[in-house]
């Protein structure tokens, strides 16, 4: 096929690459450790380029040929030959548990730098050209978080906006809204953005020992939108997970009988919005889009009924006829819940507050608690993007992978929120990934581009590919097939030319 003359910069992507060290073996598929490739578009050509992070972890596995440093759903044991009483003392020395680097969610932009981001506190920087590791950055250094997602926002001054936890710091356990600035101010040019980190806000956990799990958050033009989902970690069991032997996943759990909270945070006054808004019990991973219309504000979640998605990649699962053996209890649900800040006070009890076109409702309860029950938009969708231009607007279009009853995609599908309108691209054996939009350089609609995506063949003789689709039509524009053993990844974004540094800088 034909690459879009236009289209020059590089696709990077992460994701979990290596699942046995010696003689070991992760539990997890989400364990493994991280693995970078790129795309790079040049004048019509595309190179491929793959690379393992060097965290610190990689090398310390590496070095001892087995797994010393535990993982989220693998916990690990280091020297067998330490007695118990070492190993207590210096596990007590530190309650919430020292995490790892592996960094193998996500990338983020920082100013003219580029991080890997997981769960934990950590980042570690790369070289989005050579996919070097750099230098590792421990949150913790700047602020109270022992996690931060991997999903942080940009607003229009380039600044990132993410959300980290903080576990029982001062007594207190909350959730923190912070800012990064793109960059230093010139006479401190040597420091890094992060000594200029600065809190926006924090948020009390409901519990102290039991804070809501979450992988992403939302954001409109004024405001962030934060979903406290009864998906909720026990810290005891986290304390004490590895002297019972188990992993940190296992002090994770769904409370179903429970509420979901909704939080609403200004981001110029810097307060929570009083009124207290829920729904029903749900899991979230991935936010899609929010925005403000007519005093509501409408956010696009994928949601389940419960947690099962995380259970069926446990390696032990992934067996020979995966997809047809493993089913998902819960299909993802795309959700858009309607919010009404500004409503008449004096509403009756019971009373649906919604003035918007929609079936999604907030009632009034007796305690002036407000209940929100969603639209469904669509099933069958995750790891959704969009056109990030359109981030915090009202927009149309998502870009995302096709799931049906089976936690691996098959499809890749373009769903218009407005219409309920769904193209898709898909054929046999193909196991494609996040999709990642591209705007043309002159485009008008928010559809005016490219989606690509790296797919995975689940025929082993098969190549895969990277694939390019027009974005309006779905068609396809063409494939570079790479002669490698391709990883299935998780998350990725496109750096156009001008914002890689050449070498020299």
């Known amino acids: 096929g034909q690459f879009p003359a236009w289209l020059q910069g590089t696709l990077l992507r992460n994701g979990p690459g290596m699942h046995t060290i010696g003689d070991t073996k992760y539990n997890h598929w989400f364990d493994g450790l991280a693995l970078l490739h790129s795309f790079t578009f040049k004048n019509g050509e595309v190179y491929y380029r793959s690379k393992y992070l060097r965290s610190d972890t990689y090398n310390c596995n590496i070095e001892a040929n087995r797994i010393v440093v535990s ?21 007590l020395s530190h309650t919430i548990p020292e995490f790892t680097d592996n960094c193998l969610i996500n990338i983020m932009k920082t100013g003219d730098d580029f991080y890997v981001t997981s769960e934990t506190n950590f980042i570690r920087k790369i070289n989005p050209q050579t996919l070097e590791t ?22 229009s001054a380039g600044n990132i906006l993410n959300m980290g936890t903080s576990i029982v710091e001062k007594g207190r356990t909350k959730y923190v809204i912070f800012k990064i600035p793109p960059s230093v101010p010139e006479k401190e040019k040597k420091k890094s953005c992060f000594k200029h980190l600065e809190v926006v806000c924090s948020i009390p956990s409901r519990s102290l020992l039991h804070p809501s799990y979450y992988h992403s958050f939302g954001m409109t033009e004024n405001y962030i939108v ?12 986290l304390a004490t997970a590895y002297f019972r032997g188990v992993n940190w996943a296992s002090c994770l759990a769904f409370h179903k009988d429970d509420k ?36 509501h504000i409408v956010f696009d979640i ?35 819940f309607v919010v009404p800040l500004q409503y008449d006070k004096d509403a009756e009890i019971g009373s649906n507050l919604v003035r918007l076109p929609t079936t999604a409702t907030a009632v009034k309860e007796k305690d002036g608690s407000i209940y929100c029950q969603p639209e469904v938009l669509c099933e069958g969708i995750e790891l959704p993007r969009i056109n990030y231009d359109y981030n915090g607007k009202k927009y ?22 407005q219409t309920k309108e769904i193209l898709h691209w898909g054929e046999d054996h193909c196991w494609p990934s996040e999709p990642v939009f591209v705007p043309s350089p002159d485009a008008k609609e928010e559809d005016d581009g490219i989606v690509l995506t790296c797919v995975v063949m689940s025929d ?9 689709l027009d974005a309006k039509t779905f068609q396809e524009l063409g494939r570079a097939r790479v002669d490698v053993d391709m990883h299935l990844d998780l998350h990725g974004i496109f750096i156009p030319e001008k914002d890689l540094k050449t070498e020299t800088e």
């Open 226 to 237: 934060f979903v406290e989902q009864p998906f909720r970690l026990d810290i005891l069991k």
């Open 396 to 417: 149309n279009y998502v870009f995302a992978t096709g799931v049906q009853w089976s936690p691996v995609p098959t499809k890749i599908v373009k769903f218009n929120t």
């Open 71 to 91: 993982e989220f759903g693998t916990m690990a044991y280091p020297d067998p030959c330490k007695n118990i009483f070492s190993k207590a003392f210096t596990y």
């Open 302 to 336: 994928i949601a389940y009924k419960d947690n099962s998605l995380y259970d069926m990649f446990y390696l032990s699962n992934l067996v020979k006829d995966f997809e047809r053996k493993n089913k998902l209890t819960s299909r993802p649900t795309c959700k858009r």
């Open 460 to 468: 082993p003789k098969q190549a895969p590919f990277l694939l390019i």
């Open 260 to 295: 979901t909270w909704f939080h609403f945070v200004d981001k110029k006054t810097k307060k929570e919005v009083s009124t207290k808004f829920y729904a029903d019990a749900l899991v979230l991973f991935h936010h899609i889009n929010a925005y403000e219309e007519d005093g």
């Open 134 to 155: 750099l230098e590792k950055v421990d949150y913790s250094k700047y602020l109270a978080v022992n996690l931060a997602t991997s999903h942080p926002h940009y607003d």
